[in-house]
């Protein structure tokens, strides 16, 4: 499957800690996503990390690639309890769908 | 501009039913996806639509389906309700080029009893 894996399946940190968040993908890629999502919520899009690209950052977010290894990381430093959500990698499965999501990472921040 | 909209927000319905979910993208964009969310298999892709035109489709049962009009919003239909269609069901919009990002709607809950 060409579904990603996002690793942990759950993280549970407090407020101020830094989160780091895994995902491994199976085919070449042209991009990379990251969600976030709200419990029961729409997914709120955050980065978009493109394959020529190793490292991009937005605000207190910090995202890597690795082409070799197919596998990114998602960073947040000084979580905040709004951060509370689930992280989602996905990526354009061409051929077939327009992006794939992993199952998830569920993020707890407790203040 | 105003965000993807999804109506209704939350639904019931029994066994056999059949139930319309509607979805206004984000003004301009074209393409409309739809998402459905479980927690036991996640964000499972449904369909895509481009300009009218069915672009993409997951690996669901003829008893899913959808459309999307001139003005760009979408519907989907699903005939012959099952316990195992009670998901949150997403619907994402975007300019039209494959692989960029998505924006997405609040979801419209769905419960099947």
């Known amino acids: 499957s060409q579904q990603g894996e996002e690793d942990p399946q759950a993280l549970s940190i407090q407020e101020g800690e830094n989160a780091t968040m895994n995902c491994s993908y199976k085919t070449s890629i042209n991009n990379l996503q990251w969600y976030r999502q709200n419990s029961g919520r729409g997914l709120v899009h955050l980065i978009l990390i493109r394959s020529n690209e190793r490292e991009k950052h937005s605000g207190r977010l910090r995202v890597t690639l690795d082409t070799s290894k197919k596998s990114s990381s998602l960073l947040i430093t000084a979580s905040r309890a709004a951060d509370t959500a689930s992280y989602f990698c996905a990526e354009p499965f061409s051929g077939n769908t327009p992006l794939v999501f992993g199952k998830g990472t569920r993020l707890s921040v407790i203040a | 501009k105003a965000g993807v909209t999804q109506t209704p927000r939350y639904l019931i319905k029994t066994r056999g039913q059949q139930v319309t979910l509607s979805c206004s993208p984000i003004?301009?964009?074209?393409?409309v996806s739809w998402y459905q969310q479980t927690p036991g298999q996640g964000l499972q892709f449904l369909f895509e639509?481009?300009?009218?035109?069915?672009?993409n489709k997951g690996n669901f049962p003829g008893r899913f389906s959808g459309r999307q009009f001139s003005n760009s919003r979408s519907e989907m239909n699903v005939s012959t309700l099952e316990l195992g269609d009670s998901a949150l069901y997403l619907c994402?919009?975007?300019?039209?080029?494959?692989?960029?990002?998505?924006?997405f709607g609040p979801g419209t809950r769905l419960l099947v009893l």
């Open positions: 639509y481009f300009s009218e035109t069915q672009r």
């Open positions: 003004s301009g964009h074209r393409s």
């Open positions: 994402a919009s975007s300019l039209g080029l494959q692989g960029e990002t998505q924006y």
